[in-house]
Nanobody, 124 residues
Framework: QVQLVESGGGLVQAGGSLRLSCAAS????????MAWFRQAPGKARDFVAS????????YYVDSVKGRFTVSRDNAKNTMYLQMNSLKPEDTAVYFC?????????????????WGQGTQVTVSS
């Protein structure tokens, strides 16, 4: 049974940093793309960043480029999202997700597995 478990969310002031973790279990993810999405209240679930598990290549939406860094630790089967220079507009529930393909998708409907989410709140 595949499980994705996020942790690391919290309350931080604008300009601060947080690191989210996504612990994956239940299968081998070498042929998967792992991604971070976020969802603010009343809004759609938006793609944030992704990493190809096998190669470590990454992709970011423009709004987080230069501030967020996605990485993975193969030995721990864990993906991370380092978030720096946080802004109030980054406030959302952050989800990790897995897609069994080498083709990037920014649509949440293309991802088979999801974590339960972790709240990130950035105060001004």
């Amino acid at each position: 049974q595949v499980q994705l478990v996020e942790s690391g969310g919290g309350l931080v002031q604008a300009g601060g940093s947080l690191r989210l973790s996504c612990a994956a279990s239940g299968r081998t993810f070498s042929n998967y793309i792992m991604a971070w999405f976020r969802q603010a209240p009343g809004k759609a679930r938006d793609f944030v960043a992704s990493i190809w598990w096998s190669s470590g290549s990454t992709y970011y939406v423009d709004s987080v480029k230069g501030r967020f860094t996605v990485s993975r630790d193969n030995a721990k089967n864990t993906m991370y999202l380092q978030m720096n220079s946080l802004k109030p507009e980054d406030t959302a529930v952050y989800f990790c997700a897995a897609r069994g393909s080498f083709v990037l998708s920014r649509s949440p409907y293309e991802y088979e597995y999801w974590g339960q989410g972790t709240q990130v709140t950035v105060s001004s």
